[in-house]
């Protein structure tokens, strides 16, 4: 190991010692870190100016344009990480689903997947069908400095979701007849993605990513029991997988007030929290030894500054006995949002919680 060097690896050490790598640990830290999910995006106008004419896949596969755009919200709102720019369904796409992402809707799959023979359409992925993340991160890392970056990928559920509805769905009823009708089928599937996530997270942590996120956005929508029996070895699956790097996994659905202890036995070593469980409540359901990620409702970025700190301030006072806490939005960032407002909530956090 070189001077500069850290234990996980070939990060540089100011990256290793970074806030938000420390929170993770569960280390002490200088200041709470923040980070938004969906910081880069339609908020910017940046972003805005540089997908001008790009449809958002496209942008996806383009290295200099997932540099600049995952730069982007570094460089205006000082957060204390980036998170890599893709999209869930991109993994899928580089294996040849027939996919794309609609603007204002999502992804869309041609043919959705819900028979044996569609499950022969999902391939192993190589490093070599994402050539262009490996890529972008090099650029990223060498342009990063000690702001680490996040990997991320979508968990099994949530790409079931998507390839079974064909798109996005309010009440997943595709997907489940197939969990509650076929759980044999349903394990087979999720195993496949579990493979599949897990080796497109490999790719990215390979590349320089210093944490990754699981994101099983939908995943609210089950009951304990079933996500036990039929989601939860496929996620531990994947957090396995990345087990030895040696990097901070995080966790993170919407609505899951219920699944929180579950989501961090899967495996995780951040739990992430949607804005409807206070971080001391969430705190209690995880259990020890793991740090939590959150938790502003997005819309409140619409109130009055006041509303806002007061808000804050309330999250931060919940998560003062926390072993570890990362701060973010309960979600992610809502397009019409004032980009300034996140700019001051960054130094609202950062100025609060400095020791
Ligand atoms: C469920 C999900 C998807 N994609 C993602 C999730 C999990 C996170 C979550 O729960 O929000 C993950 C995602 N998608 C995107 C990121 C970028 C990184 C970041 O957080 O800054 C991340 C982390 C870019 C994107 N992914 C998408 C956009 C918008 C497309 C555009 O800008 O043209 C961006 C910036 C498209 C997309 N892709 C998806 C949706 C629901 C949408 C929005 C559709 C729309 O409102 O237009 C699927």
Redesign the pocket.
Known sequence: MSANQSPAGKQPTATYDSAFLKACRREPVPHTPVW???????SLPE??KV?EGV??LE??MRPDLVTE??LQ?VRRHGVDAA???????VPLKAIGVDLD???????VVERPIRTRADLARLRDLTPEDVSYVTEAIGLLTAELGGTPLIG?A?APF?LAS?LVEGG?SRNHENTKALMYGDPRLWADLLDRLADITAAFLKVQIEAGASAV?L?D??VGALAPADYRRSVMPASAKVFEAVAGYGVPRIH???GTGELLGLMGEAGADVVGVDWRVPLDEAARRVGPGKALQGNLDPAVLFSSRAAVEAKTDEILTAAADLEGHVFNLG???L?TTDPDALTRLVEHVHTRTAR
């Not at 938004?36 to 339609?42: H, I, L, N, T, V």
């Not at 998170?83 to 369904?89: A, E, L």
């Open positions: 938004f999910m969906r910081q880069a995006g339609r972003y805005r997908r449809p958002m942008s996806c755009i995952t919200p998170i890599y720019f893709s999209d869930i369904v992402i609609r603007p204002g809707v999502g992804p991320f979508g949530t998507y996005p996120q994101f956005s939908w993170f659905g919407v979600h992610g960032v397009p």
